[in-house]
RNA sequence: GGAGAGAUGGCCGAGUGGUCGAUGGCACCGGUCUUGAAAACCGGCAUGCGAAAGCAUCGUGGGUUCGAAUCCCACUCUCUCCGCCA
């Protein structure tokens, strides 16, 4: 949520931008309820001020006359509330579809054709032979088996099984020794003249279920029809570690020295995927559910897109360690999401499709995030603040597919990459 | 799942209808004293809104009352015992 004040003050911005990333928001409306919301409760507070002045004049039994002005007072005060509560709840329902004011990097557009390539990596294998796609050569050796899947699940599901299980095994656990070796992060942090600390990341295994009320003040429970509801529960299963690791500290107030506080979270995510019918159905890009190593980080506001550009610059230190090809994205207005301030993903090539896919994602939400969850920093001469949330993906499923698709061989294997052997114990994966 | 107890400021802990945003202690910050430190003493020390006066907040939401941290209801969470179970 954005700070109304900051709303009246930039109105004609925040009109334009919201309209750029596709949240048109008719601000003058939402001043207005505003206004209106400010003068009852300033008529309110008076009452109450008033009442309060007669309660403390009263020891013992009150006088008629105390008796009578009271309740003239609470009848004034019932009705003033009454109208306030409807005011106020118009206004925060409006307040809350204002997206986050997109950083000025960010480029402009009105769809993911907006979207600015900013960097490529590494050179793309060249093959002797034709490049098979990932579950060509996942079902050569029996890992992945959607078929009982969706008899057991249904559509999108699927069983992932033998040497995948342990590419899968190995790859986070490698990623994990990454996150937490503060040599690694001090030389990225060195590398991209970033002015913040080299503390390591925190693992998590966090709840994988998350309640209404948490996952709406985060601003990832919209769209619903994207998300899995417990019949019965307020509870609903999350679809990315970040929205359970982001919310671990609401209604918190932290002292500078502790930040900025870095965790990476590993869950298993869940996702409808409404309004993706028919697309990607092949093998494992597009599941329901995918294991997922996710960074989380809160930090004060000037350390935070330092922070954003650690996280982007751990993503590429990670697949260029694995030695797989990709290209930046700066994502355009319309595609960074509401909530986010700057968005880049990372897309990794995959020869068997002959295309860039999208296997990370990085965001920096500025305080739009904490506003709501009221996750503060008390600063060292005392002021309080709101923190910056940061998140961004470590390694996914996806990744997974990059790995097979890089490392495939005439005859249907696929090699280990370097770093990983040492965690695969020297065996071959099938 | 059954029975019971509880939730107060960073922490501990008073407060069971009338100046209670809240006694006290610890921690923390500033000062006096000291060569320095400790001790002692003095002062400060929640958050939000508001230019301010002030208003709100004692787990959350609702109710009773002229007046609620205190009474009633619902919910959330914690603890104890029993049952069940990775």
Request: one cysteine or more; charged letters at 30%.
């Amino acid at each position: 949520m954005l700070d109304i004040r900051y709303i009246r003050d930039n109105a004609e911005h925040v009109r334009e931008a919201a309209a750029q990333k596709g949240y048109p928001v008719d601000v003058a409306a939402l001043v207005d309820l505003d206004d209106k919301r400010r003068e009852l409760l300033g008529k309110a507070e008076a009452v109450r001020r008033e009442r309060n002045g007669l309660a403390s004049q009263v020891s013992g039994k009150p006088s008629a006359e105390q008796l009578e002005h009271g309740k003239a007072l609470k009848a004034e005060l019932s009705t003033l509330e009454d109208g306030l509560a409807v005011t106020e709840e118009k206004f925060v329902t409006v307040l809350k579809t204002v997206p986050n004011m997109p950083l000025p990097d960010v480029p402009i557009g009105e769809s993911e054709d907006g979207n600015v390539v900013a960097s490529e990596w590494g050179e793309k294998p060249q093959f002797d032979f034709e490049p098979k796609n990932h579950w060509q050569i996942a079902e050569q050796h029996g890992w992945i088996d959607k078929e009982r899947a969706a008899k057991v699940a249904g559509a999108r599901f699927a069983y992932l099984k033998g040497g995948l299980v342990r590419l899968h095994m190995a790859m986070v656990q490698w990623a994990l020794d990454q996150l937490m070796d503060e040599k690694i992060i001090t030389k990225l942090v060195a590398d991209n003249h970033l002015k913040i600390s080299a503390k390591p990341f925190i693992p998590v295994l966090p709840p994988l279920m998350i309640r209404t009320e948490v996952y709406d003040a985060m601003d990832r429970l919209e769209p619903r029809e994207d998300r899995y509801k417990i019949e019965g529960e307020e509870l609903w299963l999350q679809g990315s570690a970040e929205h359970v690791l982001g919310s671990m500290h609401m209604n918190e107030i932290f002292d500078e020295k502790d930040l900025p506080l870095r965790y990476v979270g590993y869950a298993t995510s869940f996702r409808r995927e409404a309004g993706s019918y028919g697309k990607d159905m092949e093998g494992i890009f597009r599941l329901h559910q995918f294991d997922k190593l996710e960074m989380e980080s809160l930090a004060t506001a000037e350390t935070a897109l330092d922070e954003h550009l650690l996280l982007i610059a751990l993503q590429e230190y990670l697949m260029r360690e694995l030695k797989i090809p990709y290209r930046m994205i700066n994502k355009c207005t319309y595609d960074i999401g509401k909530p986010n301030a700057r968005g880049w993903d990372l897309e990794a090539w995959l020869p068997g499709q002959g295309k860039y896919r999208e296997t990370h994602t990085a965001d920096y939400m500025t305080d739009y995030q904490a506003r709501r969850l009221q996750t503060r920093v008390r600063r060292n001469d005392g002021a309080v603040e709101l923190v910056h949330t940061n998140d961004a993906t470590a390694l996914a499923q996806r990744p997974l597919i990059a790995i097979i698709e890089n490392y495939q061989t005439a005859d249907g294997n696929v090699r280990i990459p370097e770093v990983l052997r040492p965690y695969l114990g020297g065996r071959k994966l099938l």
